[in-house]
Every structure is written in C-alpha cells, then in structure tokens.
C-alpha cells in the first residue's frame, strides 16, 4: 500500500497496524541541531493515548516512544539533538486482544473501511482494522513532537471540543485554561459536566455519537502558503481529512460563510500599533492560500464511531447477508481522542509551510 507519507520539505512516513508489534513513523527534512528528547515527544502521546477516562477506549497502551536514529548527543548542549538525518520514532503495541475481532474476520461492519479494502487489495487485516486504525494516529502525535520543536515557543497549538452530538457549546463562555482541567477537551467546565452524563448514556447504551473539534494556531505569521497548489487552508483541510472519521472541514467562518454578506464577511483593518490589525476573522488567518498573521482556525466534523453493540445489517466476504454487531473496547466519541491529533497534524503543516517559506524567500 502506498501512500503512507505526507509532507514537502517536513515529510512524516507512517507504518504500522493496530494489532502488530509496533507502530511508528519516520520523519525526514528536519533541520540539525534542534535540542528534543523522547520526554518532549511523550508529553505529546500522554495527552492521546487510550485508557485514560471512562469515555475513551479501554484498551490499555503506555505508548512509550522511543527514539531510533536521527539524533545525537551534544557535548555543546549536554542534550540530544537532531542531526538533519531521517528520525525513526517507534511505539509498541502491548495491549492487544485480537480474538476480540474473531467474529467479524470476513464480516463486514457497517462504518468501516473493511469492505473498501477487501475491494482494493484483496486482503484486510481485521484485528481493529489494521492499517485503517485510529491507533495509526499516535504515529502523527510523535511526528508532531519533532514539528512543534521546528516551529519553536512563539507558535501556540491548541485544540477544543465545541460539540458532542447536537449538543453545542456556548462560545460566550469559552476558556482555554478549561480544556486540560476535564477529559472531553471542553473550554468550559459546566458544559465538560452537561456533555459527560450524555456521553456516559451513550456509553451505557453501546452506541456512539459524532462531534466537532475545533484548533486555533496563534503565532503564525503572516507570508506562509502559496496562492494556488500549495495554498496554507488547502494543505489543512488535506491533513485534516486524513484522520480516522472526518468527514468536514472548516477554515474561519466556514460553512457559516455562505449566510454572510459581503460586508459581513470581509475582514476589515486598521493600523495597529505592530502592524496591520484584523477587525475580524472569517477567513480564518488565511487569504489566497497565505497566512495573514491572525490566527488560524480550522475545524472538523468527525462521525460516530462506527464500532457499536446494536445489530446493523451487513454481508460477509462470501454474498451472504449477515447481522454483526461488534465487540471490543472503543470510543463511544472518537473526538475525545482526537484533539491532540488534530493539533498533531496543524503542527506537522504549519513545520512543513515554515521550511518551505524559507527555502523560498530566505530571509526576506
């Protein structure tokens, strides 16, 4: 199977599957001698692994990274760092129950991509859905280790769940500080309350419900992208349509856009005191595929898990027509986890736009 690298100049290769030995990624086109450690990377990983509240999968996973190649240490610095060579990350799996799965190994379940790949390749590997896993995106969150060191302390990544289910939160009320003080990432501590007893019926029920994540990248400044084939929100919206069970992406207003005027939408300025001043920001820190220096604001829309105890109907490899059901440890919402993969992948762009705008223009 190809298509397992993302990138221009920051390229990230994943490999691995669900229920193998290991998991991991090679990132290539780092600059040397960037101080980071395998501590940094972790801190990264804790924020996404799975077994960490009630609400997530229970699958238990330390999700330990260890760092095979691409550093070095330095006597100048009494650290590691990296060498502008390939760096090789790889996780192990420990927590495996493969026979869980047994059942459904030519089964198709409703919501999976284990029809699709039967249809392209011939073969699946149906312990949790192999390479089409969402534990393939811990490789992405240590990727995204290497490329917040890239884009250094001046550029902040933060992400929030803004809705679970038809339940939407009340942007009035909305605190950053909140999102690392309760398990759904929820920037506010009252509405974090009201969405963990929904969420929890859910639970209960064997089902599953979808949600919306949204990530604000500050710091940015303005000149990154480029106005046609490689524009900044293009190059987004790819990396966010790469993760497991999105299937929507907003830049700024968004779909809300359509239902604004002219002068509702456009983004009014002034002379501020550094520079230009934005009156507001509905194309979310991007115009004509270049960043503004506002900050960036993408969300996404990711569907329910496709993994619940309510019989669907399906077929199985062999033309019969079959009911399944599945079992196993899943998310009742995927999303949860999904913050610090969607931050993952601004990160991995924004190193990857950073680079290229420097090979272009230098230090103009």
């Known amino acids: ?28 086109g780092c600059p040397a001698g960037i101080p980071i450690s395998a501590e940094e990377i972790q801190h990264w990983l804790d924020l996404r692994k799975p077994g960490t509240s009630k609400l997530v999968t229970q699958r238990k996973e330390a999700d330990a990274v260890k760092i095979l190649s ?5 006597d100048r610095t009494n650290g590691q760092v990296t060498t502008g060579t390939p760096i090789s990350l790889m996780i192990e799996n420990t927590d495996q129950r493969s026979k869980d799965y047994g059942d459904i190994r030519d089964k198709y379940r409703p919501g999976h991509a284990d029809y699709a790949y039967d249809a392209k390749y011939g073969v699946r590997d149906y312990r949790g859905g192999g390479r089409s896993s969402a534990r393939e995106t811990a490789a992405r969150v240590a990727a995204a280790g290497i490329a917040r060191k890239v884009l250094g302390a ?11 289910g038809n339940k939407k939160l009340d942007r009035s009320k909305w605190d950053w500080n909140e999102t690392t003080k309760n398990p759904l990432w929820c920037p506010d501590a009252n509405t974090a309350a009201e969405w963990t007893d929904y969420l929890e019926s859910i639970r209960k029920a064997g089902s599953s419900v979808g949600a919306v994540i949204e990530i604000v990248a500050s710091g940015v400044p303005a000149g990154w992208g480029a106005p046609i084939y490689s524009k ?9 349509m790469t993760i497991n069970a999105v299937k929507g992406v907003e830049i700024g207003a968004g779909f809300e856009s359509a239902a604004l005027t ?6 009014q300025m002034r002379i501020g005191e550094n520079g230009p001043e934005f009156l507001s920001n509905n194309n979310g820190g991007v115009l004509g595929g270049i960043s503004t220096g506002q900050d960036i604001v993408v969300r996404i829309a990711l569907k329910p898990t496709s993994s619940i105890l309510t019989e669907r109907k399906s077929i199985d490899k062999h033309g019969n027509e079959v009911d399944i059901r599945t079992i196993g ?16 992948m601004m990160a991995c762009v924004l190193a990857d736009h950073k680079l290229r705008h420097r090979g272009q223009m230098g230090g103009v």
Not at 154 to 164: F, H, K, M, P
Not at 262 to 267: C, I, K, Q, R, T
């Open 329 to 344: 440890r899943h998310d009742p919402c995927v999303a949860i986890r999904g913050v610090p993969v969607a931050e993952a």
């Open 154 to 164: 001046d550029i902040t990544i933060r992400g929030a769940l803004v809705q679970i």
């Open 70 to 74: 691409g550093v070095f240490e330095d």
């Open 232 to 240: 900044l929100d293009s190059d987004l919206a790819m990396a966010m």
């Open 1 to 28: 199977m190809s298509h397992n690298t993302f990138g221009h100049l920051f390229r990230v290769t994943t490999w691995g599957e669900s229920h193998g030995p290991a998991l991991g990624c090679v990132v290539d």
């Open 262 to 267: 002219g002068e509702e939408n456009a983004d």
